[in-house]
């Protein structure tokens, strides 16, 4: 993952939304996906293009859960706190995972392998407590599984 | 493929679809929502691919990969056609018996079928299953006979018929009048009747007016909508197309979730086919009437299911709400006329409009017209989206649909309505389910998750848990809502910790009173709901909490200890194997115990403790005995014991 984005790709994103100012979340989130944080300089550049004060770009930013302006580690670790995991001892497997990683929710590890954040319903209640590593779905997770589940990426 | 001009295309156009079909073909239907997906039903999907490739059997056996099915617990399903044979908990191993047996045998795969808990019954049908079997799916039930990637089985099953009537047949005065015979209530959260909403829109002055759909759904544990604009989006974008029609606008928005990228996905192919087709975009049907629809997609903010919230966000800026003393359906998106409905009211106006707010109305109850699909999820047995009349009553869908409670458990509390909601007791089940009704109980319909709770939920901790998902999620505007449930989240986790003091309760009763009052939207004013049913019907736990130190349910972790039971422990060594905190001392016939400064109160020796021992109990509210003394810790077998 480089530091930057180069220019042209942001110009690029922008053009797809006809530069249209009402279209900054819609950027943001495009950049969000390729690039996983939006770094100063990207988001100055949003700000230009897009003739949006940076004020309203650091405000939607820091918002709007989606995003994030800090770099990401190379694994994402969703942990559903959803109510159907809740009542099914999501706390349990969370807990397990800040012990195991040394980070809390919305963290990323000093050395940028593990980022951790909550998340509100995945969708496969059945399958709840649901932890979601990289994409990949671990369902009916104990604390016990949890932690073998982690070791593979160790 | 052309633009169908009139509905006299779309019907030629759709009888040579079905020309080309045969329903007597073999065609296996496979779940892909996002449930199944995640219970591998992509591997599925790949082997039965695989196997069709292997058998030489392209073209004469179909695979048809549909979305959400409902009974997500035995996912991945599979329903083999035109026998409708239902396999539940399908692996890719289990594909190649699938075709020689079935496919080519027209045998049963005994194994693979539902098998009835109580009586274990092998259940081949779908529609005999308890679970489907006492549902009445009119909105979700096409969801698992079409792919939700095919136009063409849209329009197979009458897709866009209910279009074709409205702007041909009908005039939009019509359309209003026959959504408000309806009494079609916004599936959203506050049952506010559709029609009332669109009229108000459509004799707003202006000229530019928009149709919103609200798929912002953002309830934990609610994914309702998620299925259905996942599994079936044609039938939202028609609906929003009729109320487009019935109001007057000519642009249509679709705020969807950034977390659901397959409803993302499949919505913006349906855009784009609909637009080859004509059934969005200038002079639809030959009526005249245009019409556009551009996704929105939201970064994440609970705030922005909310109406005013969600129209400032669609606007490019922070999700805030505004106050409403103008309604957003007079002055809403770019201070323009705006209808905003959830995804499952779009999806209703279809069926309205194709077969007549009469037959509408037959479902239902007096207050609630027609059937409302919820999410059955938390301690139930069969976890799914079910679809039930309104008026059905709780006891209903919780034991003849969802089975009850697993793990021979009691059933304490159902939680409706997400964060704004509340919990409703075992002595209220038989309560009809309604806006009106739940209301009343102090909960409220909501989106329409259900979570079910047993015995082992601790109902503050359950205030608890939405007060932290509420201050979290509160957008910061208003004064009440900011710091007021801040301040209540700390005083029921307090509680839940044990820190709770006298004079709490009466504390939080007057927060609540505050944000209901003050609060600038519907997030403040219901945040108390799920603090004051819970008071309301189990303020025993509360004072158990605060006056005990002691968690009734056993559940808050600051409240409780695990303790080995010197009687009951035969040292089989499970729990000190698997603990992860190497908190348990132990060893070969020797009385296992736990040292409780470094116990992180896991649980983990709770679960693994054989049943027939049952050495691990959980304790709260009383110190935990002390060890057994080194000397007398040589476990005697319980066989030799007198």
Request: glycine fraction near 10%; hydrophobic fraction near 35%.
């Amino acid at each position: 993952m480089s530091a930057v984005m180069d220019n042209e790709r942001i110009d690029q994103i922008v053009a797809k939304h006809d530069g249209e100012p009402s279209s900054l979340i819609q950027v943001l989130l495009e950049i969000q996906s390729e690039h996983h944080w939006l770094p100063m300089d990207v988001l100055k550049r949003v700000s230009q293009k897009l003739q949006v004060p940076m004020t309203r770009i650091q405000h939607i930013a820091t918002f709007y859960k989606a995003f994030s302006l800090v770099p990401k580690g190379s694994h994402e670790i969703h942990i559903c706190v959803g109510t159907a995991c809740h009542v099914r001892g999501a706390q349990r497997v969370l807990d397990m995972v800040e012990d195991m990683t040394g980070i809390k929710p919305g963290e990323t590890d000093l050395d940028l392998k593990f980022s951790l954040e909550t998340v509100n319903c995945l969708g496969c209640c059945a399958l709840g407590p649901v932890m979601e590593i990289d994409g990949k779905t671990h369902g009916k997770m104990t604390p016990a599984e949890t932690a073998d589940v982690l070791k593979n990426y160790n | 493929m052309s633009r169908l001009n009139s509905p006299a295309e779309l019907e030629e156009f759709r009888q040579g679809i079905l020309s080309k079909r045969d329903p007597d073909k073999p065609c296996i239907t496979l779940c892909t929502g996002s449930a199944c997906l995640a219970s591998g039903s992509a591997g599925v999907a790949e082997a039965i691919e695989a196997e069709i490739e292997k058998q030489g059997l392209q073209g004469q056996v179909e695979i048809r990969k549909t979305g959400c099915h409902g009974f997500c617990e035995r996912g991945p399903i599979i329903v083999k056609n035109p026998e409708g044979i239902c396999y539940f908990q399908i692996e890719p191993g289990d594909v190649p018996e699938i075709f020689s047996e079935t496919v080519k045998e027209k045998k049963i795969v005994e194994r693979l079928l539902y098998s009835d808990p109580d009586s274990g019954e092998k259940i081949v049908h779908e529609d005999e299953i308890p679970f489907y079997k006492n549902q009445e799916r009119l909105v979700f039930g096409s969801n698992g006979s079409i792919d939700p990637k095919s136009i063409e089985d849209y329009l197979a099953i009458g897709g866009y018929g209910a279009l074709a009537k409205a702007l041909v047949g009908m005039s939009s005065e019509e359309v209003l009048e026959e959504v408000k015979k309806s009494n079609l209530r916004g599936r959203g959260g506050g049952g506010f009747p559709a029609g009332i909403k669109w009229e108000g829109s459509r004799n707003a002055p202006g000229d530019i007016k928009y149709v919103i759909v609200n798929a912002d759904e953002g309830d934990p544990g609610a994914y309702m909508d998620r299925s259905l604009l996942e599994g079936n989006p044609h039938a939202i974008l028609e609906g929003l197309t009729i109320g487009a029609y019935a109001i007057g606008a000519c642009e249509g928005y679709i705020y969807v979730r950034q977390e659901y990228p397959l409803a993302v996905e499949n919505v913006m192919l349906a855009i784009k086919q609909a637009e080859e087709l004509g059934f969005l975009g200038e002079n639809i049907l030959g009526s005249g009437f245009n019409f556009k629809v551009i996704v929105h997609q939201g970064a994440g903010a609970f705030v922005c299911g909310e109406s005013t919230a969600l129209m400032t966000a669609l606007e490019g800026r922070v999700g805030e709400p505004r106050p409403k003393y103008i309604r957003s359906n007079i002055k809403g998106l770019w201070n323009r006329p705006s209808v905003l409905n959830n995804v499952e009211t779009w999806a209703n106006v279809p069926l309205i409009i194709s077969k007549g707010a009469e037959w509408f109305t037959q479902f239902g109850t007096e207050g609630s017209k027609g059937t409302k699909i919820f999410s059955l999820v938390g301690k139930i047995t069969n976890t799914g989206l079910v679809e039930v009349p309104m008026g059905m009553t709780l006891r209903d869908i919780i034991f003849k649909i969802g089975g009850g409670i697993p793990g021979g458990k009691k059933f304490k509390a159902v939680q409706t309505g997400g964060p704004s909601g509340g919990c409703i007791p075992e002595e209220l089940l038989d309560l009809e389910v309604g806006f009106d009704e739940l209301s009343k109980a102090g909960s409220m319909m909501g989106s329409g998750g259900m979570i079910v709770l047993d015995e082992d939920t601790c109902m503050v901790d359950v205030a608890r848990y939405f007060m932290a998902f509420l201050a979290d999620e509160s957008c910061g505007k208003c004064v009440p809502c900011r710091e007021g449930l801040r301040q209540m989240l700390k005083i029921l986790t307090n509680i839940t910790e044990g820190r709770g003091k006298e004079g709490d309760i009466e504390l939080l009763e007057e927060l609540s009173e505050t944000a209901k009052e003050a609060a600038l939207c519907a997030l403040g004013q219901s945040a108390p709901n799920p603090f004051l049913s819970t008071l309301r019907y189990f303020r025993d736990e509360y004072e158990a909490h605060i006056k005990e130190k002691r968690c009734p349910a056993l559940s808050c972790k600051e409240l409780i200890a695990y303790y080995i039971d010197p009687d009951k422990c035969q040292a089989c060594g499970r729990c000190l194997k698997n603990c992860p905190a190497e908190a348990i001392i132990g060893g070969k016939k020797k009385i296992h115990i736990i040292d409780q400064e470094k116990c992180t109160k896991c649980g983990t020796c709770f679960e693994v403790c054989p049943a027939k021992f049952a050495a691990v109990t959980k304790i709260s509210g009383v110190p935990v005995p002390p060890p057994v003394p080194e000397e007398e810790r040589t476990v005697i077998k319980k066989s030799k014991k007198q």
